[in-house]
């Protein structure tokens, strides 16, 4: 079974920092495209910033210039590194991944249990 295990949330002020991770454990063959999206009280889930397996990246672009995906392919890990926050960036941030598990079986996305980012004024 695989599983996505994310950490870094926390409160902050406006104008810090904060980097989330998100790790895959379990059976993992290969992963594809890992992401980040976000959910604000009272608002739908909106994606924030995607990074393929080549390293190519794409970020929404209310975060551009203040956030930035990275990956670690050795660790299947998927990082968020958050500049600059807003308090507009308050939600719960989840992370997701397209995951093969056997070499014959399809791409499944998974995700993540969700993780409380609050930043103050």
């Known amino acids: 079974q695989v599983q996505l295990v994310e950490s870094g949330g926390g409160l902050v002020q406006a104008g810090g920092s904060l980097k989330l991770s998100c790790a895959a454990s379990g059976r993992v063959f290969s992963i594809g495209t890992m992401g980040w999206y976000r959910q604000a009280q009272g608002k739908e889930r909106e994606e924030v910033a995607r990074?393929?397996?080549?390293?190519?990246?794409n970020h929404a672009d209310s975060v551009k210039g203040r956030f930035i995906v990275s990956r670690d392919n050795a660790k299947n890990t998927v990082y968020l590194q958050m500049n600059s926050l807003k308090p507009e960036d308050t939600a719960v941030y989840y992370c997701?991944?397209?995951?093969?598990?056997?070499?014959?079986?399809?791409?499944?996305?998974?995700w993540g249990q969700g993780t409380q980012v609050t930043v103050s004024s």
């Open positions: 990074i393929l397996s080549d390293g190519t990246t």
């Open positions: 997701n991944a397209v995951i093969k598990v056997f070499t014959w079986s399809s791409f499944v996305v998974y």
